[in-house]
């Protein structure tokens, strides 16, 4: 719509109220732009509502005082169906009273001051006499009615001032914006509105008029990213239907290979077990005829001797065969077990990805329903501005155009706040066989110590603890480095020095936590509320404060531990309260878990399987936590070792790539045993007693090329204890 917007150009739709669908009746405009008719709204809300849902784009709005009354009326919108329905009346009947001379002939004109027809004589006088003067420009001649180049502007000047609420019998002249833009007369000027800041209209309106076209302007900048969010939407459909079908694939070739490769051992087993078979038959027929004829030359007596010999030689041989019966059966049906196992986790792994694919497609979809909103809204707001610059009605812009100002902030920040996240919504996270499909192997830790690695880069009145290690052997602790610092140090598994960073630190006496966050990232926490991610590639350190980015964190609380959620590429933080927060690789909050009232704080906490395991060792009690959105709740407890006699707490917790789960758990300073348990933490199923007298720290599960290892380090010395899993 053009300043010079004639009326016939104007969308029908526009004028149409969304409840009744017909055209509007004192049309009524929601915050959100969206008109209906009063008696619509009226009957829409029920009585009493302090809020009003709007029909169109379902935003809840806080009605005034005065209820439905309260809202402000659209005059532009008022003003072009009024004069719409006068152009319509003069069509169906041109005979009208005229309200000069009261005869009823041809209306020639309409005077919106008198808000009535004149015939053409009285026409001319209205026009001309000077008694009726300021009636003059609100005349309107009906030959123009029809005209195509009637503008919006025009008819909005025939209109006259709006009355004063105070005394309706006076025009309003001037504007009190300390009482929101509330068109007032003179004589309000000395009473009500005496000291507030008043305005001259023109002058206002023209003031934001200017400032509704800036708006206007930023807010066209945004359009196309608008439009393109929609069209990333739909293909972020299609990515997500692609992505699914390609881990599908994948999971299918990784279960036929493991199949066939399972059913070869089968095969393979069953062949050995039919040699075997066979030969243990030639050597019956061998043993017995090479006897019988040493026995055949001796005497008759010696018969019975002969029989018992080959009797108890049979018996010999079923023996064995029924062993090796026994053992390819168990071997069989240990192998069928694992095909099991693996179809049920092949399962598994679809039924997830079924579950991510629904529950991403919904996301897509509240998406794609939430940016159809934002377009109409845009398109909405766009008709709405037009219309007030086509009209350059000042006592009505200067009502309307702070509320639209309003209404193109809060689309700018809606479509901003619903723009994010959408590359996620099309990738789909699966963990791959292992260790959810794979065949787990039963483990178990050695009898005693391996290993000692010394860290000599760890220099002398260092501390090391917390350790941390990724798939490549790689080797990270962390620990007080004093004074005032503490030490990040990378490490392979013979103790060589790869990276150290060393980090100022406020709080001598904290102690530090780490863990990876991916292969090359290290998430790490110290002084208390320091959070921060080390890339081993450039050696950068990027650090945050928690109050900076956590909301609502609280002044007396400090970080106690931080591990990560490589599935998720998130990083989990826990406190010295029941707070758990959830951080993505950016060092941005996601959302903060209550733990169970159950658990006074996570001393040390790691994610297993979906589930949050939790070391407290203020009530000295470690849980398996489930977690829902932001809720949680216990899963079980687990049990404390029995070995010889103290109060066991624990102090720290891994699990290894089968899925058991090992926790340290100590009493006094230097006493510390290695506890495993199930796969679903509900029973113990070894410890082993850490060697000699050590301040063991804290423990993690690392790959090797001699297999999986538990690490446990040392305070000080700084030395790494390793234990195999076997």
Not at 566 to 587: A, E, F, K, M
Not at 688 to 698: K, L
């Amino acid at each position: 719509m053009a300043s010079a917007t004639p009326l016939k150009d104007i969308d029908e739709q526009f004028l149409q109220c969304c409840i009744c669908m017909d055209q509007l009746k004192e049309p009524k405009i929601l915050p959100c732009l969206h008109r209906y008719c009063r008696e619509c709204l009226k009957k829409f809300t029920k009585k009493g509502a302090k809020k009003i849902e709007c029909v169109t784009c379902r935003e809840k709005h806080t009605l005034p005082k005065d209820g439905i009354y309260g809202l402000k009326t659209d005059f532009n919108t008022k003003n072009i169906i009024e004069f719409m329905q006068l152009q319509d009346s003069v069509k169906v009947d041109p005979l009208r009273t005229c309200i000069h001379c009261k005869k009823k002939l041809k209306a020639s004109a309409f005077c919106f001051r008198c808000n009535d027809f004149l015939c053409e004589t009285c026409h001319e006088f209205h026009a001309s006499s000077s008694i009726v003067r300021d009636h003059h420009p609100h005349i309107f001649s009906l030959s123009e009615a029809e005209a195509a180049n009637l503008t919006i502007q025009k008819l909005s000047s025939l209109r006259e001032a709006p009355r004063c609420q105070a005394h309706p019998g006076k025009l309003s002249e001037l504007c009190c914006t300390t009482c929101d833009n509330l068109p007032i007369c003179m004589p309000c000027t000395y009473g009500k509105h005496q000291g507030h800041n008043l305005k001259e209209v023109a002058s206002l309106a023209e003031t934001q008029r200017e400032m509704l076209k800036a708006k206007v302007a930023d807010l066209m900048q945004y359009k196309n990213k608008a439009y393109q969010m929609r069209k990333e939407i739909r293909q972020s459909r299609g990515k997500l239907d692609l992505n699914v079908n390609k881990e599908e694939q994948k999971a299918q070739r990784q279960l036929d290979a493991e199949e066939e490769r399972i059913k070869k051992e089968i095969r393979s087993a069953e062949g050995e077990l039919k040699r075997k078979q066979a030969e243990l038959e030639e050597e019956v027929k061998a043993k017995p005829s090479t006897r019988k004829k040493d026995l055949e030359k001796r005497m008759k007596k010696l018969r019975e001797e002969y029989e018992l010999v080959c009797e108890e030689e049979r018996r010999e041989v079923e023996a064995s065969f029924k062993k090796l019966q026994e053992e390819n059966k168990r071997g069989t049906e240990r192998l069928q077990e694992w095909l099991c196992v693996l179809n049920n986790g092949i399962k598994e792994l679809l039924t997830s990805l079924k579950t991510q694919k629904d529950e991403q497609a919904r996301k897509i979809e509240e998406l794609s329903v939430h940016f159809d909103g934002i377009v109409e809204r845009f398109e909405t707001v766009t008709k709405t501005v037009d219309c007030i610059l086509a009209a350059e009605n000042d006592w009505a812009d200067v009502q309307c155009i702070p509320d639209v100002c309003k209404a193109i902030d809060l689309l700018r920040e809606d479509g901003e706040k619903g723009s994010r996240g959408l590359d996620n919504l099309s990738a789909v996270k699966v963990r791959g066989l292992s260790p959810a499909v794979t065949v787990r192997r039963k483990t178990g830790i050695s009898e005693g110590m391996e290993s000692v690695i010394d860290v000599p880069s760890v220099k002398r009145g260092w501390w090391i603890n917390d350790i941390t290690a990724n798939k490549d052997g790689s080797i990270a602790v962390i620990g007080r480095a004093p004074p005032g610092r503490i030490h990040l140090t990378v490490i392979n598994m013979r103790g060589d020095l790869l990276q150290q960073k060393v980090i100022p630190t406020s709080k001598h006496d904290w102690s530090p936590k780490c863990s990876f966050l991916t292969q090359r990232q290290i998430a790490i926490e110290y002084d208390e509320d320091k959070l921060g991610i080390y890339n081993m590639r450039d050696q950068s350190l990027k650090l945050a404060t928690a109050k900076d980015v956590i909301s609502k964190w609280p002044s007396n609380q400090w970080v106690c531990s931080v591990t990560t959620d490589p599935t998720n590429g998130n990083i989990i933080v826990s406190c010295d309260s029941r707070n758990v927060y959830v951080l993505n690789n950016q060092l941005k909050h996601i959302e903060t878990i209550t733990l169970p009232a159950g658990i006074k704080y996570a001393a040390d906490i790691t994610m297993h399987e979906g589930a949050l395991l939790v070391c407290d060792t203020s009530s000295r009690k470690a849980f398996a936590v489930t977690v829902h959105g932001t809720a949680s709740q216990v899963k079980y407890e687990f049990t404390k070792p029995t070995i010889g006699r103290g109060d066991w707490w624990p102090r720290s917790v891994c699990t290894d790539q089968n899925g058991y789960i090992y926790m340290l758990w100590r009493v006094g300073v230097l006493r510390s045993v290695i506890v495993q348990y199930s796969r679903d933490g509900g029973q113990i199923e070894m410890m082993r007693e850490v060697d000699g007298n050590h301040y063991i720290m804290s423990m993690t599960s690392a790959q090797t090329n001699r297999g999986e290892k538990l690490l446990l380090c040392k305070r000080s010395p700084p030395q790494i204890l390793v234990y195999g899993l076997v």
